[in-house]
């Protein structure tokens, strides 16, 4: 069974750091398509970074430059590295993953297999 359980985010002032983790259990992380979403109240789910299975990463253009995903394979943690942080990132973010890699190039969060329970992140001004 795949579980994926989030932790990090929280509360922090414009210009901060933050650092978002994503445990993966019942498969292994770096076999699969993995991303970070976002999504704040009224609007739809944003994709903010991807990895796919040969580590190729994407990013939104609002975030290009600000935010970095990683895996660490011996801990079967996906990361959002969250740099320079801006009041309109805040945001509920959920890691999520898929086995198929074409997922990485979708559109459609919907089709997203797996997600993680969501944690919020707030960027005072």
């Known amino acids: 069974q795949v579980t994926l359980v989030q932790s990090g985010g929280g509360s922090v002032q414009y210009g901060g750091s933050l650092r978002l983790s994503c445990a993966a259990y019942?498969?292994?992380?770096?076999?699969?398509?993995m991303a970070w979403f976002r999504q704040v109240p009224g609007k739809e789910r944003e994709r903010v970074a991807s990895v796919d299975s040969d580590g190729g990463t994407t990013y939104a253009d609002s975030v290009q430059g600000r935010f970095t995903i990683s895996q660490e394979n011996a801990k079967n943690t996906l990361y959002l590295q969250m740099n320079s942080l801006k009041p309109e990132d805040t945001a509920m973010y959920y890691c999520?993953?898929?086995?198929?890699?074409?997922?990485?190039?979708?559109?459609?969060?919907?089709?997203?297999?797996?997600w993680g329970q969501g944690t919020q992140v707030t960027v005072s001004s």
């Open positions: 999520a993953a898929d086995p198929r890699p074409l997922m990485c190039y979708n559109s459609n969060y919907a089709l997203f297999r797996y």
């Open positions: 019942g498969y292994t992380l770096n076999s699969y398509c």
